[in-house]
């Protein structure tokens, strides 16, 4: 049974780095068919897809966050990773990693269950 | 980017009966394979979000029956045949075909 665990900071000031960590159990994350994302939600509001993630590395940024994102991943643990540089107080919100299909089925099928980040001075 | 909209955004039902929630978006998600790229979530209380529905009228795995999408291009609906009290939470629609990914934002469900 997969699940998917973040990790991360809680509070931060503005200007720092975030960084988030997801761990995957339950499944390999090296699995052909399986893409990882990151999607937030800040308080009161919508749904905001990231960044994706493949096995190999290849990468998909949302076009709004571009230059302050990376995502990586490193298989040996499970794991992948979101950093995100210049924080500001828009950029608190509640950070989910997801597992997603992108075979021409697309969705996100598994989430975490979420981790809150505030940005504040 | 994609817009999506949803309606109502709020929505109060009773259990037994039949609810339905519109979703909106500002490109058709009809893409040249035939398929249209649109999907449902719900989240409920205390909980992340689950997929229900994918490629417009597909079940996703262990949804019940009573959930059931339908729409083309950009004008899609979520229907529940009869709610029940387990059915509360938000309910959102995505589309999963235009890079970024966009979420509509939400329709609240809730017993009267």
């Known amino acids: 049974h997969l699940q998917m665990q973040e990790s991360g900071p809680g509070l931060m000031k503005p200007s720092e780095t975030l960084s988030l960590t997801c761990t995957v159990s339950?499944?390999?994350?090296?699995?052909?068919?399986?893409?990882w994302g990151w999607i937030r939600q800040p308080p009161g509001g919508r749904l905001q897809w990231i960044s994706t993630i493949d096995r190999d590395g290849s990468t998909y940024y949302n076009p709004s966050l571009v230059s302050r994102v990376s995502t990586s991943i490193d298989t040996s643990k499970n794991q992948f990773s979101l950093r995100l540089i210049s924080v500001t107080a828009a950029d608190t919100a509640l950070y989910y990693c997801?597992?997603?299909?992108?075979?021409?089925?697309?969705?996100?099928?598994?989430w975490g269950q979420g981790t809150l980040v505030t940005v504040s001075s | 980017d994609i817009v999506m909209t949803q309606s109502p955004l709020s929505l109060p039902v009773t259990p037994g009966e039949p609810a339905s929630i519109s979703c909106r978006s500002s490109q058709t998600l009809l893409y040249t394979n035939g398929n249209t790229y649109l999907n449902w979530y719900l989240q409920k209380p205390g909980q992340s979000p689950q997929l229900l529905i994918y490629l417009t009228s597909n079940r996703a795995s262990g949804v019940p029956d009573r959930f059931s999408g339908s729409g083309s291009g950009t004008d899609f609906t979520l229907k529940i045949s009869r709610v029940e009290a387990d059915d509360v939470g938000i309910y959102y629609c995505m589309q999963p075909l235009h890079t970024p990914w966009t979420f509509g934002l939400g329709t609240k469900v809730e017993i009267k």
């Open positions: 997801t597992k997603e299909r992108r075979d021409g089925i697309n969705y996100v099928d598994m």
């Open positions: 339950g499944d390999s994350i090296r699995s052909t068919d399986h893409f």
